[in-house]
């Protein structure tokens, strides 16, 4: 059986999972069925054309790729509307009431792990009462970490840094308001950390720093955690996406495997462990 699915956004990581997902697309396991976005004319034509939101949610699985803002304005509707929804951004569950929404059923939610990995660990640790606090600390080229609330003299000056400088210090849900497309990973790590609480109590645990490095080619992520199951390391070094240098080549990469899994967990085809 073919499973329908239909994209929200065509950036940098909907066309490179157009390209991943080649072989299950020629196999007749997966047939990609239109994507949302705002402005057409600005995109290239998707496989399946651009459709309204109300299509999409007549797909068997929309997959997120579109921002922050983006998964927040549709995925409630879409997972109240039972549509299978997979969220690239994260960073949405950092609003409570967005959470509530999204975890509320009845359409199945899935989340990526996106650009970093080891929250298997963290969450296992973490559901065992074994992990008090994490850290992340996000690195990337300097120019990547501009936002449009910084004035024009605060981004020239980030853009024109000689040496690697921290930019923000604090808590997840206030560096996703502050870079949506930089620091998704930090609410992921939050979520993983929540163990059998709420999302707020993970979130609690977590310090995020973001570090613009006019150096480096590589968009890095290291986690530190501790508590009673011991202490971690992950650290990640990312290519960067071609089409998007905000954005780890991996992201697609992982929504590409989320997309293989959740089609065997339905029965329409088989992937790995
Ligand atoms: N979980 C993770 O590890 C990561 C998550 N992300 C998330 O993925 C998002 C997309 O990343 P890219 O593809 O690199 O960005 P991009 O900027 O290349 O593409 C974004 C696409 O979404 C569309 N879009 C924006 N707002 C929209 C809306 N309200 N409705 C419909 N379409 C809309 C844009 O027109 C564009 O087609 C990021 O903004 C970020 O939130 C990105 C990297 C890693
Ligand atoms: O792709 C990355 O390295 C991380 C990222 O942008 C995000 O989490 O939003």
């Known amino acids: ?25 020629e196999a007749g396991v997966v047939e990609l069925a239109g994507a949302v976005v705002r402005h057409p004319e600005r995109h290239p034509s998707p ?22 803002a983006a998964a927040r304005q549709h995925g409630p509707a879409l ?42 660990l963290i969450r296992a640790a973490a559901q065992a009462g074994g992990l008090d606090r994490a850290t992340i600390t996000t690195t990337k080229t300097a120019s990547s970490l501009v936002q449009p609330w910084m004035g024009a003299a605060e981004a020239a000056r980030i853009r024109g840094l ?7 210090d604090g808590t997840p849900a206030e560096a996703i308001e502050r870079f949506p497309g930089n620091v998704n990973v930090a609410v992921a ?23 613009a490095d006019p150096r480096t080619d590589t968009s890095t992520h290291v986690i530190g955690a501790e508590g009673s199951s011991g202490a971690y390391r992950f650290e990640i070094g990312n290519r960067p996406s071609r089409a998007n240098p905000r954005t780890s080549a991996l992201t697609a990469q992982a929504v590409a495997a989320d997309v293989r899994a959740w089609l065997a967990r339905r029965g329409h085809g088989a992937a790995g462990p």
């Open 1 to 25: 059986m073919t499973a329908r699915i239909a994209l929200i956004g065509y950036g940098a990581i909907a066309r490179e999972l157009v390209e991943h997902l080649a072989p299950e697309r």
């Open 47 to 68: 496989p399946g054309g651009f459709v309204p939101i109300g299509e999409a949610a007549a797909r068997d699985l929309v997959v997120e790729c579109a921002g922050v």
């Open 79 to 120: 997972v109240a509307a039972g549509t299978a929804l997979l969220v690239t951004s994260v960073g949405a569950l950092a609003d409570a009431e967005v959470a509530r929404a999204l975890l509320g059923g009845p359409g199945e939610l899935v989340l990526t792990s996106g650009a970093i990995g080891g929250l298997d």
């Open 162 to 168: 000689a040496e690697p400088e921290l930019l923000f």
């Open 189 to 211: 790590l939050g979520i993983a950390a929540r163990g059998l609480g709420d999302i707020a109590d993970g979130l609690a645990r977590v310090r995020v720093r973001i570090v």
